[in-house]
């Protein structure tokens, strides 16, 4: 199928195996970013929407945690493979809705495959263990349960990536589900339900909703149903999300934002390694919350790094996703274009060098040009929130002191980022920086394999890797004898 037959689906809610479309429920526009058109109507979620999911992820509940972990892996290994058989039609849509170019969305496509193959194969892995007991015919076991029907919160800037990682976690688990994915970006999500409904996922394992965001999550966390929270967004929305969570006595996993760091030491070709952050800068038009963005290079090689970096900004294509060619796609909303358009003017206003970009592309569309800024200050808004954009901020340091004092500033502690060649500094700096993860000479953070989440207010607990699904089993201890 050529994405010129494609066309955007019909939105629903998904609840209990069915799919609810919008008669008798308010709705809202989904917006192209590339376009500023709208893409289709999606339907709301009532109290009463909400309440049946709920009640499906409860009811379905016993029977799914009961299902043989070779069974649910196979669901999740079919879910893989439709999801790769009909990646074309997904990737066209995460480009109209989201932004980010075809090229990108293909491979989030294969990251979200790569999430349910992952998780199939570790749902037979979840180990329980024999205590060696005190006294003769005494057996001490500990053993791994599924903690119960979860709420899962996902973001729009990784529409696939995002919600992947928790359902599959969730169902390799034993878990049901009741999701609200983000508003701006649902048929992404719609689509990763399609797919396990067609595996032959059992109805009300995974349940779908979309509506007003804080009266629906306020209704779904606060449910005696819910027994565990994942959530993904800002960290002041995170923040309330764990409040809520915790007056119900439930485990909340938050992964929240960032402004990760980047120290480049004098030791590094500077044009190598302004190449390999450019692209990670740029990647989704810098709306990942691990983008480098503090970038704070040895004051040694600071000049030659700063032109190359600016060089390769000014010279990256921006256009519609769609189109060949295209490197980086519209900002996802207006918020966000409104939001770098007002960084800019900030470090402008406070002494800081443009070197790249800095103003809107057109008046259609969220396009902005890839930007780099020279003569970092402390007190750009840019140096302490996170730009969530194609901004970088550029400063330089001496001392390995003032390096790590630069990176571990904020109080946020996602990702963080080291371009070195010596062996101690990289021990060093790996040791003395404050976050999730830490990557050195390259950028990248998430695989389906490996733990990932931040620390101090960048979150709590991890997603992926066998951690992230120990995040929703509960151990049970029996002695017997």
Same mark, same amino acid.
């Given at each position: 199928?050529?994405?010129?037959?494609?066309?955007?689906?019909?939105?629903?809610?998904?609840?209990?195996?069915? %799919?609810?479309?919008?008669?008798?429920?308010?709705?809202?526009?989904?917006?192209?970013?590339?376009?500023?058109?709208?893409?289709?109507?999606?339907?709301? #979620?009532?109290?009463?929407?909400?309440?049946?999911?709920? %009640?499906?992820?409860?009811?379905?509940?016993?029977? %799914?945690?009961?299902?043989?972990?070779?069974?649910?892996?196979?669901?999740?290994?079919?879910? #893989?493979?439709?999801?790769?058989?009909?990646?074309?039609?997904?990737?066209?849509?995460?480009?109209?809705?989201?932004?980010?170019?075809?090229? /990108?969305?293909?491979? /989030?496509?294969?990251?979200?495959?790569?999430?349910?193959?992952?998780?199939?194969?570790?749902?037979?892995?979840?180990?329980?263990?024999?205590?060696?007991?005190?006294?003769?015919?005494?057996?001490?076991?500990?053993?791994?349960?599924?903690?119960?029907?979860?709420?899962?919160?996902?973001?729009?800037?990784?529409?696939?990536?995002?919600?992947?990682?928790?359902?599959?976690? $969730?169902?390799?688990?034993?878990?049901?589900?009741?999701?609200?994915?983000?508003?701006?970006?649902? #048929?992404?999500?719609?689509?990763? $339900?399609?797919?396990?409904?067609?595996?032959?996922?059992?109805?009300?394992?995974?349940?779908?909703?979309?509506?007003?965001?804080?009266?629906?999550?306020?209704?779904?966390?606060?449910?005696?149903?819910?027994?565990?929270?994942?959530?993904?967004?800002?960290?002041?929305?995170?923040?309330?999300?764990?409040?809520?969570?915790?007056?119900?006595?439930?485990?909340? +996993?938050?992964?929240?934002?960032?402004?990760?760091? +980047?120290?480049?030491?004098?030791?590094?070709?500077?044009?190598?390694?302004?190449?390999?952050?450019?692209?990670?800068?740029?990647?989704?038009?810098?709306?990942?919350?691990?983008?480098?963005?503090?970038?704070?290079?040895?004051?040694?090689?600071?000049?030659?790094?700063?032109?190359?970096?600016?060089?390769?900004?000014?010279? %990256?294509? +921006?256009?519609?996703?769609?189109? /060949?060619?295209?490197?980086?796609?519209?900002?996802?909303?207006?918020?966000?274009?409104?939001?770098?358009?007002?960084?800019?003017?900030?470090?402008?206003?406070?002494?800081?060098?443009?070197?790249?970009?800095?103003?809107?592309?057109?008046?259609?569309?969220?396009?902005?040009?890839?930007? +780099?800024?020279?003569?970092?200050?402390?007190?750009?808004?840019?140096?302490?929130?996170?730009?969530?954009?194609?901004?970088?901020?550029?400063?330089?340091?001496?001392?390995?002191?003032?390096?790590?004092?630069?990176?571990?500033?904020?109080?946020?502690?996602?990702?963080?980022?080291?371009?070195?060649?010596?062996?101690?500094?990289?021990?060093? $700096?790996?040791?003395?920086?404050?976050?999730?993860?830490?990557?050195?000479?390259?950028?990248?953070?998430?695989?389906?394999?490996?733990?990932?989440?931040?620390?101090?207010?960048?979150?709590?607990?991890?997603?992926?890797?066998? /951690?992230?699904?120990?995040?929703?089993?509960?151990?049970?201890?029996?002695?017997?004898?």
């Amino acid at each position: 199928m050529s994405k010129h037959a494609m066309e955007y689906p019909r939105l629903a809610l998904y609840i209990n195996g069915e %799919w609810l479309e919008g008669a008798g429920r308010a709705q809202s526009d989904v917006v192209d970013p590339a376009t500023e058109s709208s893409l289709g109507a999606l339907p709301h #979620a009532t109290d009463a929407d909400v309440d049946a999911a709920l %009640w499906a992820a409860d009811a379905a509940f016993p029977a %799914w945690r009961r299902t043989a972990p070779m069974q649910r892996a196979a669901f999740l290994r079919n879910a #893989a493979q439709l999801l790769r058989e009909r990646a074309e039609a997904l990737s066209w849509i995460i480009t109209r809705e989201q932004g980010k170019p075809l090229t /990108e969305s293909r491979v /989030e496509v294969e990251k979200a495959a790569e999430l349910f193959d992952w998780s199939a194969e570790e749902s037979r892995r979840i180990y329980g263990r024999i205590i060696p007991a005190r006294v003769p015919r005494m057996r001490q076991m500990v053993i791994p349960e599924p903690i119960g029907p979860v709420a899962a919160f996902s973001g729009w800037n990784a529409p696939a990536i995002t919600p992947s990682r928790k359902i599959a976690s $969730a169902l390799a688990a034993g878990c049901t589900v009741v999701i609200k994915p983000a508003e701006e970006t649902p #048929a992404t999500a719609l689509f990763l $339900a399609q797919v396990l409904h067609d595996s032959g996922l059992p109805a009300g394992v995974l349940n779908m909703v979309f509506g007003d965001p804080g009266r629906v999550s306020d209704r779904i966390i606060q449910s005696p149903v819910i027994r565990a929270v994942t959530f993904t967004g800002s960290t002041e929305i995170g923040t309330k999300v764990g409040l809520m969570a915790a007056a119900g006595l439930k485990r909340s +996993v938050l992964e929240l934002g960032g402004h990760a760091p +980047v120290l480049v030491f004098g030791d590094v070709d500077p044009e190598a390694a302004a190449h390999t952050l450019i692209q990670a800068k740029l990647r989704n038009a810098g709306q990942i919350c691990v983008s480098p963005t503090r970038m704070i290079v040895h004051e040694s090689i600071a000049e030659p790094f700063a032109r190359s970096l600016a060089d390769h900004a000014r010279r %990256w294509r +921006v256009g519609p996703g769609l189109e /060949e060619g295209v490197q980086m796609g519209p900002l996802a909303n207006v918020r966000r274009l409104e939001a770098i358009q007002s960084m800019v003017e900030d470090c402008r206003e406070r002494g800081g060098r443009i070197l790249a970009g800095g103003e809107r592309i057109g008046d259609r569309g969220y396009f902005f040009q890839p930007t +780099v800024v020279q003569g970092y200050d402390d007190t750009w808004r840019a140096a302490n929130v996170e730009p969530f954009g194609p901004l970088a901020i550029l400063g330089t340091f001496s001392t390995f002191d003032q390096a790590i004092a630069e990176a571990n500033r904020l109080p946020f502690g996602l990702a963080a980022y080291v371009f070195t060649k010596q062996a101690d500094t990289i021990a060093d $700096a790996t040791d003395a920086i404050e976050s999730g993860a830490v990557c050195v000479n390259h950028c990248q953070h998430s695989l389906a394999e490996t733990p990932f989440g931040g620390i101090k207010q960048s979150g709590l607990g991890k997603e992926g890797g066998v /951690e992230g699904l120990s995040e929703f089993t509960q151990f049970k201890y029996v002695a017997q004898c």
